[in-house]
């Protein structure tokens, strides 16, 4: 008797807090999904163990499977060339880890690693809100804002490789410094640190029910607290929305300007909430729509939410082994 | 005895106020050239009559040649699909003017019509300061700004085959208003309309040598005399030639985090006298040389000058007879 093996391929989705690993067959089905914190400030050794171990916990879960290959989705910096995560920012110590060579030769399978903005945008791709979609452009808006393009069903790429970062262009001058040397990005106006810094300050001034959630220390307001006091209709709540829906939308405005994509899929945390954003953000976009057919641009949420990431890194290496 | 026939391509440049006509062979070798005003508000079909009339005169140059096609390159909103040029603003009356048409008719070639920004880029790629390059952004800082990607030698269109507009991307809210629905985008801050208007209002302010060059008008300030008094020192010349670098910077570095491309080349009319924005513009984008690699991005002017439009033209036609 001959007994059948299932081709199997791992995503991997490795952010700031957490680990994320699913198993997926060829068509795409997640066959099993689990996580666990990442711990990077234990260091990258600690922190590719651990990344192994949750890789061989989910395959164990998946019966004769026959494993092809593993797809990476990591918090950037990283350098999909050579297999290497450089982000010391979000990832204390990992500094130029070499992270696909110590996975492949673990498992004797090819490894593939790509920024997390681009996995999360080609999970959507795959089997998300964006399937199909020519041009496809997905910002992610969590702790920042991360963007990517996807064309004809491939990461976009600039000069030697590089990774667009549409979260660090201007769209205020007159907006607070970043870390990326502008002051004003978009990043630093409609990300969920954004909203989280601008809500402590004004919450300050203003008290209401924002402060007293915080149990009075506005410093522990956080950007779902803010989404949380919106549902409530707290007016500072509210207009601490309406003004971070106006600057995602600015940003938007931007991409459809430059790259007329027919999709802007919004991915990550603070989009959780997009039900929260989207008026204002569809009202202050269709007042551009002279230049460019801005009315035609598709603007939805993503749709796998947790799993886009495992989802896109698993696409990444079935474009790989299909030869796409 | 054969007669040898020189096969030749046919780049026109159609402006808001000139209308210039080049032949090529398929080296992209410009054998001849000539130009007149176009006079656009005479109607589209005194245009097509008088651009018809032009490329005979250009064609009659040019020994035994045979014509293979011809581009035309049109300031936008133009369709390429369907060969119409839909510009009331700058070619007056001219609304929904199938362009292409009358051209095959007359010549029994084929005729493809393409945006202006997208041609000269196209020109610089094929035979000036971007040849080669596999990204190349091409920005026209001339009354306006426009904006093009080629990518492969291709160029780049978005939905529905739509040319984007980058010149209307937003940089400062706090900017003038725009016919484009925005304040403070691109255009309204660094364009030769730019700098011409807040010229206007500052000469007034601060009578220096531009207000005696304008022969005490400020209305008939225009960004040359803004570059002319800028050489001769003028202290409010340097000044305003100072602001609109540094939108022209912002704007490079907003092109710059989204497209990463491997040059960006500077076209139109105020970049004749680059050589007077770049060490600001420079100093600026490398302000931001933190998430994307910024400082590798070479920015250089364009090398076609007023030429660049007529050989993108000739290099549209070219692509499409080789099947490129």
Redesign the interface.
């Known amino acids: 008797m001959i007994v059948r093996q299932v081709p199997v391929i791992i995503g991997i989705d490795l952010g700031g807090t957490s680990l994320r690993v699913g198993a997926f067959d060829l068509r795409g089905e997640m066959l099993n999904v689990q996580d666990c914190p990442i711990e990077a400030s234990q260091g990258p050794d600690a922190g590719i163990a651990r990344t192994i171990d949750l890789v061989e916990k989910v395959l164990r879960s998946v019966e004769r499977y026959d494993l092809k290959g593993i797809g990476v989705g990591a918090t950037g910096?990283v350098d999909s060339v050579s297999g290497t995560i450089n982000n010391p920012y979000t990832l204390p110590t990992w500094q130029n880890v070499s992270f696909t060579t110590p996975l492949t030769k673990h498992f004797g399978v090819p490894v593939v690693l790509e920024n997390d903005a681009d996995v999360a945008a080609l999970g959507e791709y795959w089997k998300g809100a964006g399937q199909g979609v020519?041009?496809l452009f997905a910002v992610t808006v969590g702790t920042g804002i991360g963007?990517a393009f996807i064309m004809d069903g491939k990461i976009y790429?600039?000069?030697?490789g590089?990774?667009?970062?549409?979260g660090?262009?201007?769209?205020?001058?007159?907006g607070p410094p970043c870390?990326?040397?502008?002051t004003g990005c978009w990043e630093s106006l409609a990300s969920g640190n954004a909203i989280a810094k601008y809500a402590r300050q004004e919450a300050r001034l203003k008290p209401t029910l924002l402060l007293e959630m915080s149990g009075g220390d506005p410093q522990r307001i956080d950007s779902r607290m803010v989404a949380e006091a919106a549902r409530k209709a707290d007016p500072l709540a509210l207009e601490i929305i309406d003004r971070s829906a106006y600057y995602l939308a600015?940003g938007m405005?931007?991409?459809i300007?430059?790259?007329?994509?027919?999709m802007i899929v919004l991915c990550g945390g603070v989009m959780h909430n997009y039900d929260l954003f989207i008026d204002r953000v569809q009202k202050e976009i269709l007042?551009?729509?002279?230049?460019?057919?801005v009315g035609?641009?598709r603007v939805l949420p993503a749709k796998l939410g947790y799993y886009a990431g495992v989802t896109g890194a698993a696409y990444t290496i079935y474009q790989m082994i299909m030869g796409k």
């Open positions: 910096p020519t041009r963007t790429r600039g000069l030697g590089a990774h667009g970062d549409g660090h262009h201007v769209i205020d001058p007159a870390y990326c040397g502008a600015l405005v931007n991409v300007h430059l790259f007329v994509p027919e007042k551009h729509n002279i230049m460019v057919p035609q641009v």
